[in-house]
């Protein structure tokens, strides 16, 4: 079945440090391609999505390219904040089982010191 | 944005007892609902898709008379957790799914999520 696998955290980054949080996905479909953050205590916001092969999604400042070739959808920032910190879920969306079910990832803990 | 509240953010209740969480998408109708169990530090867990006036899909390994959810409108879904013991203790979240219509359109937008504690 599809499945989402996400590097393991917890990732500590300084301020203004480069961010990758690795994804890869299985499919037997044509999935959709989600990012989505947890802060302490909360629900989940969509942070950016691709629908389709070479689509980037992007949002502030992250930014993630599904690519078909490698099934992978790599999470980055350039500079991160401490407010970033979070757990960031990757997810996939596969139509063709038809309510658009969300796989999700383990999570990853992503913690910005000052 | 696309709003999705739920109610209570958090509660408390004693073991037998049932507790009832609203999920309400506040600015567009939607057709589907998720409902999620998450425990500590771990991820999300799908327990049933609800469709608007019929009867929600549960997952395999939840029980459907523990567990009884409703999709009354399209703007609201409700999750009774009934006879609640500790073991169901945990964040409950439910997502909406907007339908724009067209391949890998339909986003889900999640709610804040209900803390329930089984005493």
């Known amino acids: 079945g599809d499945s989402v696998t996400q590097m393991e955290g917890p990732v500590t980054l300084s301020e203004e440090a480069f961010l990758t949080i690795n994804c890869t996905y299985t499919?037997?479909?044509?999935?959709?391609l989600f990012w989505y953050v947890q802060y302490p205590g909360e629900g989940l916001q969509l942070l950016l999505k691709a629908t389709k092969a070479d689509d980037k999604g992007s949002n502030k400042g992250f930014e993630a390219t599904y690519r078909k070739e490698t099934t992978s959808f790599h999470l980055e920032k350039g500079s991160v904040q401490v407010s970033d910190s979070a757990v960031y879920f990757c997810a996939l969306s596969d139509p063709s089982g038809g309510y658009n079910k969300l796989i999700f990832g383990a999570g990853t803990r992503l913690a910005v010191h000052p | 944005g696309a709003v999705v509240s739920q109610h209570p953010s958090w509660v408390i209740c004693k073991s037998g007892t049932s507790v009832k969480i609203e999920c309400r998408s506040l600015d567009f109708q939607a057709t589907t609902m998720f409902w999620y169990r998450q425990f500590p530090k771990q991820s999300l867990m799908l327990m049933a898709t609800?469709?608007?006036?019929?009867?929600?899909?549960?997952e395999q390994g939840v029980e459907k008379d523990k567990f009884l959810i409703n999709h009354a409108s399209l703007t609201l879904s409700t999750l009774t957790v009934t006879s609640a013991h500790p073991e169901d203790s945990s964040f409950y979240i439910c997502s909406a799914q907007e339908r724009k219509g067209g391949r890998g359109a339909n986003t889900q937008y999640f709610g804040p999520g209900t803390r329930l504690t089984v005493l």
């Open positions: 609800s469709n608007e006036g019929s009867k929600a899909t549960y």
């Open positions: 499919a037997t479909g044509y999935p959709s």
